[in-house]
């Protein structure tokens, strides 16, 4: 009997200690996935004098701007984020500013745009433009502009527009404007 009770106690031992090495990692594999969550997204609301001061590029500040306009309920500008969020990685480090401005209704400012932005793993500047009449700011922008969604613009160091693309924009194509605007700085 005891031989058989010290049997059941050493098979007891070796299954809690089993146990014990494959639940440690499992466990630390989570902790870390937890950590490493992405910051809280911050998203100003902007109106159309903001927008406005936002576009105007000063003679001091000589860095080109990229700007889009889009909105979460827009199946084009969600299909077209990953590709602005991995330009804004590539060339912020060369010299180039990056705004996204939402549509959005304002109710989605703390919703609907950061929970968005943070799936994207946007790190770039998030605005959402709070207007009456959205036709004044749109047309501020570009008269050409319709308002349609998603929109892009590239602006030079001294603020002149020198690309813009409405409708789902190229990610090649976008590059090559970038690349033409930071060349000729």
């Known amino acids: 009997m005891t031989l058989?009770?010290?049997?059941?106690?050493?098979?007891?031992?070796?299954?809690?200690?089993?146990?014990?090495?494959?639940?440690?990692?499992?466990?630390?594999?989570?902790?870390?996935r937890g950590?490493?969550?992405?910051?809280?997204?911050?998203?100003?609301?902007?109106?159309?004098?903001?927008?406005?001061?936002?576009?105007?590029?000063?003679?001091?500040?000589?860095?080109?701007?990229?700007?889009?306009?889009?909105?979460?309920?827009?199946?084009?500008?969600?299909?077209?984020?990953?590709?602005?969020?991995?330009?804004?990685q590539h060339y912020r480090r060369k010299g180039l500013d990056f705004i996204a401005i939402s549509l959005d209704d304002l109710g989605d400012i703390k919703t609907e745009v950061p929970k968005f932005l943070r799936q994207m793993r946007a790190t770039m500047p998030a605005y959402l433009l709070n207007v009456p009449d959205p036709e004044k700011a749109i047309?501020?922008?570009?008269?050409?502009?319709?308002?349609?969604?998603?929109?892009t613009f590239l602006y030079n160091p001294e603020g002149k527009v020198v690309f813009k693309h409405f409708g789902r924009v190229e990610p090649l194509e976008l590059r090559a404007a970038i690349d033409k605007v930071i060349g000729s700085k």
């Open 4 to 32: 058989v009770r010290a049997s059941s106690l050493l098979a007891g031992s070796l299954s809690i200690i089993l146990l014990a090495t494959f639940a440690a990692p499992s466990q630390t594999r989570n902790r870390k």
């Open 35 to 88: 950590a490493a969550k992405p910051a809280a997204i911050a998203v100003t609301e902007i109106d159309a004098k903001s927008l406005s001061s936002l576009l105007k590029r000063e003679p001091a500040h000589q860095r080109p701007l990229l700007v889009n306009f889009w909105a979460t309920w827009c199946d084009p500008c969600r299909e077209e984020f990953p590709d602005l969020v991995k330009i804004d």
């Open 139 to 151: 047309n501020a922008v570009d008269p050409k502009w319709s308002g349609a969604l998603p929109a």
